[in-house]
């Protein structure tokens, strides 16, 4: 496969660094050997990858005029975007107010109050929407005692996938012949971004979903997740159903143990989704019997130094037996779960029917999946 080499930039400011982050072929086996996939190396990229939805969601409410000058910013994060606004909340001087949970590590929070940021901290899960509930809680809170204060809104906003087009530009035009993009599933941001790309430019590519077990992005109850980042215990909108081939949901074992095979084999490595997507890259990569198979790295490793890369960490939450082919299934519904414990099933699933779970939404009325009301 040919790769074309970009030139090294030059940035006159801080919003001139978002973006054009290279690709790196990653042949280490994840765990078994395999042809070799390319890597969209978006850990590189200042302020994450989530720079790229932040630039996109802050600059189009400041064209709306839903954002003032000098506005504040609140939203809820489990700590990658987080950085993202902080990041343009500095290149376009507006302060932000991160809403997170217990859970966000030491690092992070240090970070973004180092840039400016202020950190709120929720202290209990929602009894049904567990920690992203309790958070979207605390942010309308805020909303109400800051006068003027602009929420993103990331799970919903259009605006956000719109800001990873580029991403998916500057995929196609990096790697030649692809076959299957693997993306990591949150907010639904990035995957539905590239995916607006491949459709219009290379239809016969492959979309293949990465989301986490005990995640309920794809229609199964959510449960406790160990891993952050990925997957969510609500319907995010801007999840793009219909342009998933399949879906893999790994465990917490499955991204580690990946994550540490690339650090020692490929020196390019990062944190629980970019471990889930790079595990799930090599398996298409086999599968295909060719490396025309991208994955999107989204983070580097820093922020996960106590626990990935933590030996402690792994042992005292049954990380050590992690599984090394998929359990395929008809549908995500239906299967036991594995939020952190190996025994409680299948640590890594496959499935090739992708639905959204709250299509059977006809009218205004409470969702039977996420428990919200909507409107179709």
Request: glycine content about 12%.
């Amino acid at each position: 496969m040919t790769v074309a080499h970009p030139s090294a930039a030059v940035a006159g400011s801080l919003l001139d660094l978002v973006g054009r982050t290279p690709v790196l072929r990653v042949g280490t086996p994840l765990p078994h050997r395999h042809p070799g996939f390319w890597a969209k190396l978006e850990g590189l990229g200042p302020g994450t990858m989530k720079a790229r939805a932040a630039l996109s969601m802050l600059r189009s409410a400041r064209e709306r005029g839903e954002l003032p000058p000098g506005g504040t910013v609140v939203e809820s994060s489990s700590g990658t975007l987080a950085l993202g606004l902080a990041f343009v909340g500095v290149a376009l001087g507006h302060p932000v107010v991160i809403v997170a949970d217990g859970e966000l590590d030491a690092m992070t929070r240090a970070l973004l109050r180092a840039h400016g940021a202020r950190v709120e901290i929720v202290d209990r899960p929602h009894p049904v929407g567990g920690w992203q509930r309790a958070r979207l809680e605390r942010v309308h809170r805020l909303l109400a005692e800051i006068p003027g204060a602009y929420w993103p809104d990331q799970y919903n906003n259009p605006d956000n996938p719109a800001g990873y087009r580029d991403l998916g530009r500057e995929l196609l035009a990096q790697v030649e012949d692809v076959d299957v993009v693997v993306c990591s599933v949150g907010t639904g941001g990035h995957s539905a971004g590239i995916a607006a790309q491949l459709r219009d430019q290379r239809p016969g590519t492959r979309l293949v979903g990465v989301d986490a077990i005990g995640s309920g992005v794809f229609g199964r109850s959510a449960g406790r997740r160990l891993m952050r980042g990925l997957g969510s215990s609500i319907h995010p909108d801007n999840v793009a159903y219909r342009h998933f081939d399949e879906v893999h949901l790994l465990g917490p074992a499955e991204a580690a143990d990946t994550c540490r095979r690339l650090a020692a084999g490929a020196f390019a490595t990062g944190g629980w989704s970019t471990g889930a997507a790079a595990r799930v890259a090599a398996w298409c990569a086999r599968e295909l019997g060719s490396d025309r198979v991208v994955a999107v790295f989204p983070d580097g490793p820093a922020r996960y130094w106590q626990s990935i890369y933590d030996d402690e960490f792994r042992h005292r939450h049954g990380l050590t037996a992690p599984a090394a082919e998929p359990t395929e299934v008809p549908a995500l519904t239906g299967f036991p779960g594995r939020a952190e414990s190996p025994a409680d099933g299948p640590g890594w699933v496959r499935c090739r029917a992708v639905a959204d779970p709250c299509a059977r939404r006809t009218t205004a009325t409470r969702c039977p999946v996420c428990e919200e009301e909507t409107t179709p």
